[in-house]
């Protein structure tokens, strides 16, 4: 008997929702979220997390972090395991002559892809506008550049390590060679069965995961965006828009004309087929996750394309399954092999290290485009981020530069990079998998589309830097930050005296202690240690260290500047003259040590050493990123701020053929700078990054390998408690992080987040 309450339609929210008031208006959102796509639910998280990440407070925000990276770790868990296995049983599969084949003619189309692509990250930097960019100091900016070593990154001496360390492409020819090695095994099949179960297992496991997508992009995407500074978003956006236009137009243009003009396939009828993964690897920013497709959608696509060729119709059912069983193993083998190996996307995010160096003003030049692509190739076998990292070391720019690097990718270029990765994938498999079993034979006129896809690409960016210049330049958000920022810790401001009259027992501490006062000398506008902001007020971290000083121990503090004092001959004295007529107690500058004045002042125990860098007018011998090739250059005119025979003999040691201007301070060399009467000055990394800021028609070019000399302050001779009292004082602060959040506050521009 029919059931009468069969046909009535239950409202929606009807049960739970419906007994309690309210519930049901709450929950709808829910329900009609969890009624979506998977790819709709994914494109809501990301929206909703970039929402979070710009209006949450940060300290809330960063609760999700853990779960962002929780879920990319997941993510990342069968991924070497799977193609590992992918390989070896794809390539045990095959016959020792059809893989020859196969692997060749796909290894032609897959270098004929990185060649269009390096020469689309060649055109990117044209596209940058005419902005001087300039950043605070990066203490990678001293770090040594990391060797690659080749043999190391393809040859395992140890395959579990390889395992282990992620190293792909270890992980790939260890796989290919098991692959290899299992062709002639007898009664192999039982195993390739086993390997195919386990690679079932595997993408299951992608698969579920894949399910809580949206919840992970949202967690990463609200975390990084909270980090994003909104001053920074013109910037990145340039990146965005001219990398994300790029890879548009190779994915939607290029790639799909390529295929037609190779297999009678029509470039929209390509798109069509493969609409839903390319949607899916947007959204996830995985190709993984979308390998079955690509597989089962390649073959029927290859399918199609050869009974057109030979006139086969539906009918043909028998001619068909041959053309069938010719498809599959190639299809199984390439697929999973073409996610291994850099595909367009993963080659074009090499363009960011040109924009991480002109963000930090240090542009790469012409010369250094060719060590560039070679290397920058070659690292793309490596995980993103450590290929990255290498790179930027490599090219002399700052390795920190990375954390924007992941922002950028996280945000909109990864989603883009995978478009086109899917889309290159997909188009390597058609193609080498057609031309290895049927040939190549190409028609002019079918090459002509894919010309003018090409030409596309130069046209776009001409277009894109003629417009961002016909835009004002955005305001150096690091240059407001260096005039405007105020203390860390102090509480109190510093007292400038400007006509200071002689103290007594300067620098004895119980002379000291019966005043209530310590003074100190520093330079004139000492970027980024002590300066007067745009208040007018006397800041830096020099300045603030001493205040903490005087507030620990009890005392007001004041201070003088010295670059007018003493001998008039000299613009800027060392202040051996302020501290022999007793103007100070200790000299709070932070100079390099000079043994000669060992003889009339004390030091102070070593605090930090000063990178050696130099400022250059624009990017003139900015591709000279060694001091032997800065050696080399004839004629190469250098300013010294010097006030000792120890720091020239030790610059003429170091570059031995310069001609070395000494007779004048940092301002007035810099000027000579950029009236073209120097080449460069002779000046501390982290000064110069701070000038560089103020002054971004500058580059701060800091050469490997990297020289540091280490820096002390100085007292009176006779101040030897002083001495005592602050090297102890000092180390106190390197314990508890008071010193590091002083310095990464005025020479990194990092802020305090506790604030």
Not at 308 to 327: F, N, V, Y
Not at 394 to 401: E, N, V
Not at 469 to 474: C, K, L, V
Request: charged letters at 20%; glycine letters at 6%.
């Amino acid at each position: 008997m029919r059931n009468r309450f069969t046909d009535v339609k239950r409202p929606p929210g009807h049960g739970v929702a419906e007994m309690v008031p309210g519930l049901r208006w709450l929950l709808w959102p829910l329900s009609r979220f969890l009624r979506q796509s998977l790819s709709m639910q994914i494109l809501e998280g990301l929206l909703a997390g970039v929402i979070a990440g710009l209006m949450l407070p940060v300290a809330l925000v960063s609760l999700l972090a853990p779960i962002g990276e929780g879920f990319l770790r997941l993510f990342q868990m069968p991924v070497v395991p799977f193609l590992s296995i992918s390989l070896v049983a794809g390539v045990g599969r095959l016959e020792l002559a059809q893989a020859s084949r196969l692997l060749g003619r796909a290894a032609i189309v897959l270098m004929g892809f990185w060649v269009v692509v390096l020469g689309a990250v060649l055109l990117i930097p044209l596209g940058f506008p005419d902005w001087r960019e300039a950043s605070f100091f990066r203490p990678s900016l001293l770090e040594a550049a990391k060797p690659m070593n080749l043999i190391e990154l393809f040859i395992p001496v140890n395959p579990f390590a390889a395992f282990a360390d992620t190293q792909i492409p270890a992980v790939v020819l260890f796989s290919i060679a098991l692959g290899i090695a299992l062709i002639s095994v007898p009664k192999r099949q039982g195993l390739i069965e086993v390997l195919d179960r386990v690679q079932s297992a595997l993408l299951k496991i992608s698969a579920y995961i894949a399910r809580y997508t949206p919840l992970g992009v949202f967690a990463i995407l609200a975390s990084t965006t909270s980090q994003v500074s909104p001053s920074e978003i013109p910037r990145l956006a340039i990146y965005i828009v001219l990398q994300g236009g790029v890879a548009v137009v190779l994915t939607f243009l290029f790639l799909p004309y390529l295929v037609q003009a190779v297999i009678p396939i029509k470039a929209g009828e390509l798109i069509k087929s493969f609409r839903t993964p390319l949607v899916i690897a947007f959204s996830t920013a995985n190709l993984l996750v979308v390998l079955p497709l690509l597989i089962n959608q390649g073959k029927q696509l290859l399918i199609e394309g050869m009974a057109r060729q030979r006139s086969l119709g539906l009918e043909d059912r028998e001619s068909r399954k041959k053309l069938a069983q010719s498809i599959e193993l190639p299809v199984e083998v390439l697929t999973p092999l073409a996610l291994v190996f850099p595909d367009m996307g993963r080659v074009l995010s090499l363009a960011f290290v040109p924009f991480a160096g002109w963000l930090t003003g240090n542009p790469l030049t012409v010369e250094q485009m060719p060590s560039f692509l070679i290397t920058g190739l070659a690292s793309t076998f490596l995980e993103g981020v450590l290929a990255m990292t290498f790179l930027l070391s490599k090219m002399g720019l700052p390795t920190d530069m990375v954390n924007l690097y992941i922002a950028l990718d996280q945000l909109a270029v990864a989603r883009l990079g995978t478009l086109l990765a899917c889309m290159s994938v997909i188009s390597l498999v058609l193609v080498g998998t057609w031309i290895s079993l049927e040939g190549f034979r190409y028609r002019l006129s079918k090459l002509l589309p894919v010309a003018i896809s090409m030409l596309i690409i130069p046209i776009f960016i001409s277009v894109s830097r003629f417009i961002l210049n016909q835009i004002p330049q955005p305001s150096n958000p690091y240059r407001s930050q260096l005039e405007t920022q105020g203390f860390v810790l102090a509480k109190e401001k510093a007292e400038l005296i400007k006509q200071p009259k002689p103290l007594e027992e300067a620098g004895i501490w119980t002379s000291m202690q019966a005043r209530g006062a310590i003074r100190y000398c520093i330079h004139k506008q000492d970027y980024p240690m002590a300066y007067r902001n745009a208040k007018q007020e006397l800041v830096g971290a020099d300045v603030e260290t001493g205040l903490l000083f005087a507030e620990d121990m009890g005392m007001k503090a004041s201070f003088i500047q010295i670059d007018h004092l003493g001998n008039p001959n000299k613009v800027r004295p060392n202040g051996l003259e302020a501290l022999k007529n007793e103007l100070c107690d200790l000299k709070l500058s932070s100079d390099i040590i000079i043994p000669q004045e060992s003889a009339e002042v004390l030091y102070t125990s070593t605090n930090q050493s000063y990178g050696i860098g130099l400022l250059l007018k624009g990017s003139r011998f900015s591709s000279k990123y060694r001091w032997k090739e800065i050696k080399a250059i004839k004629g190469f005119r250098v300013g010294l701020e010097a006030h000792s025979p120890y720091s020239i003999n030790w610059v003429q040691r170091l570059l031995p053929h310069a001609i070395l201007n000494t007779s004048k301070g940092t301002d007035e060399l810099l000027k000579e700078l950029k009236n073209d009467n120097l080449d460069a000055v002779i000046i501390s990394a982290q000064k110069g990054a701070a000038w560089n800021v103020l002054e971004p028609s500058l580059t701060l070019l800091v050469p490997k390998p990297t020289k540091s000399l280490p820096t002390a302050r100085q007292v009176p001779e006779d101040a030897i408690e002083l001495s005592r009292v602050w090297n102890h004082w000092l180390k106190l602060q390197g314990f508890d992080g008071t010193k590091n959040k002083v310095y990464q506050h005025w020479v990194e521009g990092i802020a305090d987040e506790e604030k």
